[in-house]
């Protein structure tokens, strides 16, 4: 079940003794994760990049609807903007809560897809009643053609802190967050007219705010507050791990190669 809705995926519920996997990490592996999950090793056309990871991390060559691990085997399972890539995401999500006991789960949200739309994603996915909706993104009406990702991903967030703090203050506008505890409560392409409605026709005042609840002036300040101090401590956090550097796949195995007797 849903337990939070971190800020981002640097606030997240890991305790030091957790042991961490991460499935489909791609180029950009996440620090405190142990073991590393992808499938395609020499094939960029699903992320940005060649593979990379950290010293301290074991890579494993697995697909994510079939995970060569035992039942609850990780304190903790990340998997940040995979699930939207996957063929079968029933197995998939069955698959990350069989290997784990917590975890976090991050995909663009419908309107993320909207704004810089992938041709390998295949479903868009909206948060309802803490529940992560998947639609088949080929039956969704829209235009997937104009691609804005320039400005809204390599551009705002790198130079607007308004941008920025819009992020973090209305998470959930084009990043879904979703983190839980022994499992993941979703519906694949649902029909019923409810949940159907935010896929397939215009948004209404009921429906954005059931998505966007809206806030009192306290809750608001308080948000801008909470936010603008998170970007702070995101600052010192890349101070500090300066030095702690991700390499490609290939080094890493080659480096330990060396190191064997």
Known sequence: MRTRTPIDRWDLS????????????????FYRSNVIVDKYVNDNTQRCGDIKIFPHQQFVLADGEHLPFKDKEFDYVICNQVLEHVEN???FIREICRVGKRGYMETPSLIG?????????????????????????DLVPGNYKNNYGELFLNYLPYQSLPYKLLGLTEGELMINRYEWEDSIDFIINPQDKYYLSFFTQKWDRTMVEKLFPPRNV????????SSSYHLVKGKIRQRLTRGKTCVPLEQHHLKNQNSLP
Request: aromatic share 10%.
């Open 89 to 91: 995401p029933e197995l």
């Open 218 to 225: 306290f809750n608001e300040i308080k948000k801008v507050c």
């Open 14 to 29: 890991i305790r030091k003794q957790d042991r961490v996997l991460e499935v489909g990490s791609g180029h950009n592996p």
């Open 113 to 137: 897809e909207f704004l810089f739309p992938k041709e390998v994603h295949r479903w868009v996915i909206l948060d309802i009643d803490n529940k992560l909706i998947l639609f088949a993104k």
